[in-house]
Nanobody, 116 residues
Framework: QVQLVESGGGFVQAGGSLRLSCAASRNIFSINVMCWYRQAPGKQRELVADIRGGGRINYADSVTGRFTISRDNDKNTVSLQMNSLKPEDTAVYYC??????????WGQGTRVTVSS
């Protein structure tokens, strides 16, 4: 069973930066999309950014220009560089990978707290 392990969350002041990483415990083949979601207290989980197999990238409007998603196919990792963080970015961040043949995988979540 493949597991996704996230790292890089923490506490930061507004305007600061964090880099989240997500690594798969085993190879995932035929990846369709790699994503970062987040869920703030009392809110629904929302898509932050995704990167598709062909390289196309999509960002939520709220993070465009501040966050950058990247991937390393050889290492089955996906990262999220978060700059100019705001208190409203406070949430638990989850990585998600969908494989054409192996199914869907979620990470356990990593907490990001941004103080004002």
């Amino acid at each position: 069973q493949v597991q996704l392990v996230e790292s890089g969350g923490g506490f930061v002041q507004a305007g600061g930066s964090l880099r989240l990483s997500c690594a798969a415990s085993r190879n995932i083949f035929s990846i369709n999309v790699m994503c970062w979601y987040r869920q703030a207290p009392g809110k629904q989980r929302e898509l932050v950014a995704d990167i598709r197999g062909g390289g196309r990238i999509n960002y939520a409007d709220s993070v465009t220009g501040r966050f950058t998603i990247s991937r390393d196919n050889d290492k089955n990792t996906v990262s999220l560089q978060m700059n100019s963080l705001k208190p409203e970015d406070t949430a638990v961040y989850y990585c998600y990978i969908r494989s054409v043949f192996q199914g869907d995988y979620w990470g356990q979540g990593t907490r990001v707290t941004v103080s004002s």
